[in-house]
């Protein structure tokens, strides 16, 4: 696939992330669609910085760490879409392990926009596979649900197991069967063409396998990472919200989306939807130019997707950013996210 697709004049976009190529990041894929058209797609770079090194396609498989939540997410609203569990169930029905204990209380909307009170996770480095589920679902919890926000890779565990339990199969075939392209695992022998992540003193210079660590312990499955795809595969998941919102067609139904999207609990740092994070402040990933209905999230390899329903604009950015090491990237995506504003000429 070639590296550029241009409909429209992004120059700004494109100089913040042509500066920062080699800086920030080995390589990325930036993709703007507005009105649920593409208008600029383009790859930047390589997938790592020695004699390895590939270049990056528009196509391109990143790992998308934490935008891996919005994928389970999307996949526990259409349960709700059809009835077979609602926001507000206890989940005791599934989980066994949770009655009689602070944890049953605990409903799909909590575990959503993280107000379960489940810690923000756990060094599980002496743990494999159904023993992380084991010990992320029998972990105390550190508050009272409904209590407060707690960003919480333990509580997308848990929805991950949920989804296993009421579907009756593996995570990676529930994904599957909503998003064709995605994937966990990726087959060793196309490992070379994924941005490399972090040399992490652990596992070397990880490529082709899940950067988290505690997803890396389950076999690459996990609700709160793990999946592997490329910019048009998160810009599809968002236009199912954004499209639902805007009245076009879309597989997710227009309440559950303004559900989704709609104010659950209040963060200083972070409003939350149910899986996505609310736009509170200029400080956020998405800059100053988005409009405070936005709806997005990052991923700790440098990965963001941000939505703007007022403008009705999608737009993503998938870097290996965590190669150079673990510093705050938001100064490049909030950049990004403001040049992509203004190049449309909508501030």
Known sequence: MPQLLLKSNFSTADRVLREAAGKNFTGAVARIEYKGKLLFEKAYGVTRDDALAKLVYRDTFFDLASLTKLFVTTCALELVGNKRISLDERLTAWFSEWRDRPHEAITLRMLLAHIA?????????????DNVVHHALNWPLVAEPAERVIYSDLGYIA???LLRRIHGCALDRVISDSFERIL???RAESWANIPAT???GWRGRVQGQVHDEKAYLMGGVAGHAGLFGTAADVAAMAERYLGALRARTS?????????AVREQADDPILRRGLGWALKT??????GRLFSRSSFGHTGFVGTCIWADPERDLNAVLLTNSVYFGRADTRDLRAAFYEAAVEDLGLR
């Open 117 to 129: 009170g489940m810690d923000s996770g756990a060094d599980y480095r002496d743990l494999l596979g």
């Open 159 to 161: 929805l991950g197991e």
């Open 184 to 186: 966990y695992r990726p």
């Open 198 to 200: 972090e040399d992490d």
């Open 251 to 259: 597989p997710l139904p227009a309440a559950i989306a303004t559900e």
């Open 281 to 286: 402040s200029d400080d956020n990933s998405c």
